[in-house]
């Protein structure tokens, strides 16, 4: 079955100081998409990134950055030099072929990130 | 402006008083899902439909239905609601092939 794990709960950082947030998954497709997205405290969900499962490419955003290892089946998000406005949830997910060219996701558990000034 | 809406946004009910949540989409998708979101169990899918009149059960179906019979609107009905829904309810929606876009999200109290 497929399965992501955020096994960090809530991360509490001082402002300006870079941090990581982990992401694990469990898939045997050999074919699969990973997302990041944001839920700040008004609870809407922001897309932050999609990556392939075929795309083992850092990528880098601005203070956002992503590491995908599909070697240790992670796929981790580093915000540097955090802000108060980076404060929030912070869901990781893999997507699920239905097999009806639609996909599902499946969500972490969320880290909750909190910057404080 | 491509949107997926969700009305009401905010809803504070009672054990058992039948109520709907609507949602709605203008981008002409076919795939359109429910998830709730819960603390400590991030989000789950409830039920997706993939077209007019197919629907099919997520992952955490009970207590809900749903139906499709025009393409932009897929409510979720909660019939006899109770304390262990209250939750922060999405409803997103894709075209074939494609990732879900999400609503805003609603947020439903029950007493």
């Known amino acids: 079955a497929q399965k992501v794990t955020q096994a960090q709960t809530e991360i509490s950082v001082v402002e300006k100081e870079d941090v990581t947030l982990d992401c694990v998954y469990e898939t045997r497709d050999t074919t699969y998409y990973l997302f990041w997205y944001k839920q700040p405290p008004s609870g809407e969900l922001v897309f932050l990134i999609r990556r392939n499962s075929f795309d083992e490419q850092n990528e880098i955003s601005g203070r956002y950055s992503w590491n995908f290892q599909k070697s240790t089946s992670s796929f981790n998000f580093t915000i540097t030099a955090s802000q108060v406005v980076d404060s929030a949830v912070y869901f990781c997910?893999?997507?699920?072929?239905?097999?009806?060219?639609?996909?599902?996701?499946?969500f972490g558990s969320g880290t909750r990130l909190l910057v404080r000034p | 402006e491509a949107q997926v809406t969700q009305n009401p946004r905010y809803l504070i009910t009672v054990t058992g008083k039948k109520l709907t949540v609507t949602c709605s989409q203008n981008m002409n998708h076919e795939y359109m899902s429910w998830y709730r979101q819960d603390p400590g169990l991030g989000l789950r899918q409830i039920y997706y439909s993939m077209n007019v009149e197919v629907t099919d059960k997520g992952d955490v179906p009970e207590g809900y239905k749903v139906s499709r019979k025009e393409k932009r609107n897929f409510p979720l009905i909660l019939e006899s609601p109770s304390p262990n829904q209250t939750s922060l309810y999405f409803c997103?929606?894709?075209?074939?092939?494609?990732?879900?876009?999400f609503g805003p999200g609603t947020r439903l109290t029950v007493t």
């Open positions: 997103a929606s894709s075209p074939a092939g494609e990732f879900p876009y």
């Open positions: 997910a893999l997507s699920e072929a239905t097999g009806d060219s639609s996909y599902k996701l499946i």
